[in-house]
């Protein structure tokens, strides 16, 4: 099991914000580099992203830092995710965005939403044991994120119902677990949940903006379609692409653009189950949908934009794409949220 060598840099950031030798507990881990690892694009073990929470521990000399981490500007570092939450309509929006595009960070989903009539809980399941050192290191980290998340909606004490974590409270820790969750934390529970008021879902986050929520979600769904694919490059044509509109970037220009010969481009796209032509439709539908998300812009406008001759003939092209007309699809971007 691998997780996105982005977890590493959180946790390297938040010791040099908090004034420890990041670079010394990488080193002690056999890292000289998480700039590296990141460039590199290549996921790490799941049992090196142990291994560093570990000695984070150890040279902090503080076993509840993954609630520093949690909360730390240090998570901004997740550049998929941040402009999404900050801009989304809605908190049910933000966990939704979560659940689909979580993949490109971990190798699977460690949140669920369950919901009651008047209640809702984020059920927390880490990658790792939290009877380990590094599992409740990751435990607390996720649930101090959720906290800020929480806050990003609004959320006041008397909003949040309960705090559930599984294990004892550490001696002498109650009063830093008040601090960061409230007095409603309880320990020793069956289950590792937040528990809070339902409505809090769907009230309208004050951060939102939609022309700036489209364009984030347009990146990660491109960068989520890429590491399905198991190639970097579909998300290659897929940017050479988006560069090239309103303009329909023909195979041979898309292979020049990447250095690479045609018939080089059209084999390796047919081994990932891909043809040039679906990328430059999946292409026009997200620069499309980014445009109609600006409510300003008349349906003209955008089909001018996008190189159409004329309105039917974008209406049709919509259509034909994701199974909508642009109106329609302006229509549900007014409902509350957009589930991905």
Known sequence: ???????????????????????????????????ALEQRGEWIPLALFDQVMAATVQATGDPSFGLVV??????????????LALSAPS???????????????????????????????????????????????????????????LRLAGAEGKDIAQ???????????????????GACVAFDQTDCALSFRRTLLDTPLPSHDPLAY???RTRAELALSARRAGSGLAEEVRQALMRALPHQASVEETAAQLGI???RLRRQLQQLGLT??????????????RLLADARLSLKQVADAMGFSSVSTFHRAFRRWSGLTPSDWRERRQTPSILG
């Open 1 to 35: 099991m691998h997780v996105a060598p982005t977890h590493l840099k959180i946790i390297a950031s938040t010791l040099d914000v908090e004034g420890f030798d990041a670079g010394r507990v990488l080193q002690r881990c056999g890292i000289d580099s998480v700039d």
């Open 70 to 83: 949690g909360k730390s500007i240090a998570m901004l570092q997740f550049r998929i995710f941040t402009p």
């Open 91 to 149: 908190l049910r929006q933000v966990i939704a965005d979560l659940l689909h595009f979580g993949p490109l960070a971990l190798p699977r989903v460690e949140l669920a939403l369950v919901e009651t009539a008047d209640s809702a809980s984020l059920l927390m399941d880490p990658l790792l044991n939290h009877d380990s050192l590094s599992g409740r290191f990751r435990t607390e980290q996720i649930a101090s994120g959720l906290m800020q998340m």
């Open 163 to 181: 705090f559930r974590f599984p294990y004892p409270c550490p001696q002498g820790m109650a009063p830093r677990y008040a601090a960061a969750f």
């Open 214 to 216: 489209t364009a984030a």
């Open 261 to 263: 010969s045609e018939r």
């Open 276 to 289: 040039h032509s679906d990328l430059v439709q999946e292409c026009q539908r997200l620069s499309a949908e």
